[in-house]
């Protein structure tokens, strides 16, 4: 059975930086996509965004209001998710969430994944 567990959140000054991580248990060698969601305070799930994926091939996209301060990698040797944030704004506050094997994909996009971690939280004060 594949589980997530992310870390690295916390609390940060607008202007900060962080890094989250998302450790891999359980998953096929073979492996999948995987994204890094967020969750805005006072959202349910139905309003968690894509924040930033990479597919197998390795390629990450991006969600407009991230591009140029956030990065995803991955470390296959020991099976690790990662996104540094850096410039983070108090907008960028909200539950961060890793992701698993994309179950539908269009447009090289992919919103639906098979497993979840239970998120870490950031937050970002002005």
């Known amino acids: 059975q594949v589980q997530l567990a992310e870390s690295g959140g916390g609390s940060v000054q607008s202007g900060g930086s962080l890094k989250l991580s998302c450790a891999v248990s359980?998953?096929?060698?073979?492996?999948?996509?995987m994204a890094w969601f967020r969750q805005g305070p006072g959202q349910g799930r139905e309003g968690r965004e894509v924040?930033?994926?990479?597919?197998?091939?390795?390629?990450?996209t991006y969600t407009e209001s991230v591009k140029g301060r956030f990065t995803i990698s991955q470390d296959n040797t020991n099976n690790t998710l990662y996104l540094h944030m850096n410039s983070l704004k108090p907008e960028d506050t909200a539950m961060y969430y890793c992701?698993?094997?994309?179950?539908?994909?269009?447009?090289?996009?992919?919103?639906?994944?098979?497993?979840w971690g239970k998120g870490t939280q950031v937050t970002v004060s002005s």
């Open positions: 992701a698993y094997e994309c179950l539908f994909a269009a447009a090289g996009r992919c919103p639906v994944y098979a497993h």
């Open positions: 924040v930033a994926q990479i597919t197998l091939d390795g390629t990450a």
């Open positions: 359980g998953a096929a060698s073979s492996g999948a996509w």
